[in-house]
C-alpha cells in the first residue's frame, strides 16, 4: 500500500468510526496494557470536538496505531475511502467491512469502555 502524506493533518480525518466486536477487544486490550502514565496523558489530551478519542494529538498520530480498527488501515486506499490530500493513492477497490458494526468509536464507545 501506498504511504500517505500524514504528518501534519492533526487528525483532520480522524473522526467517529465504526468499530466491530473483534475491534473493540482488541482495542481494549491495547489500552489496558498501556502503561498508566502513557495511558492518560493520552486520555487528558484536548482535542477538537469529533476527533477521534485516541488521537494523539501531541504527536499528531494515532494513539492506537497498531490496534486501529480496520477502516482506519483502509482510509486513502479505496474508492469510498478516498483521502482529499491524496486522493490518486487509492486503488479500484471498493472497501467492505468483514464484520458488521456494533456501534460507532467516539460517539458510541468513549475511554470509559476501554478502561
Ligand atoms: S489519510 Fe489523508 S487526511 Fe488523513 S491524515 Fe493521512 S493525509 Fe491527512
Ligand atoms: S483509531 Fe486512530 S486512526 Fe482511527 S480514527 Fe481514531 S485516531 Fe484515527
Known amino acids: 500500500m501506498e504511504i500517505l502524506p500524514c504528518k ?7 473522526g467517529p ?7 473493540r477487544m482488541k482495542i481494549q486490550k491495547a489500552i489496558r496494557k498501556m502503561p498508566v502514565k502513557k495511558r ?20 499528531d498520530r ?8 480496520s477502516i482506519c488501515k483502509a482510509f486513502g486506499h479505496y474508492q ?10 487509492v486503488s479500484a477497490k471498493k472497501y467492505y467491512a468483514n464484520e458488521p458494526p456494533i456501534g460507532l468509536l467516539s460517539v458510541d464507545f468513549t475511554w470509559k469502555d476501554f478502561t
Open 80 to 89: 469510498n475511502l478516498v483521502c482529499f490530500k491524496s486522493p490518486n493513492t
Open 17 to 23: 468510526v465504526p468499530i466491530t466486536e473483534n475491534e
Open 62 to 69: 494515532c494513539g492506537i496505531h497498531s490496534a486501529r480498527p
Open 40 to 59: 492518560m496523558e493520552l486520555k487528558n489530551q484536548q482535542r477538537y470536538i469529533g476527533t477521534c478519542i485516541f488521537f494523539d494529538e501531541k504527536n
Open 8 to 14: 501534519g493533518c492533526k487528525g483532520m480525518c480522524c
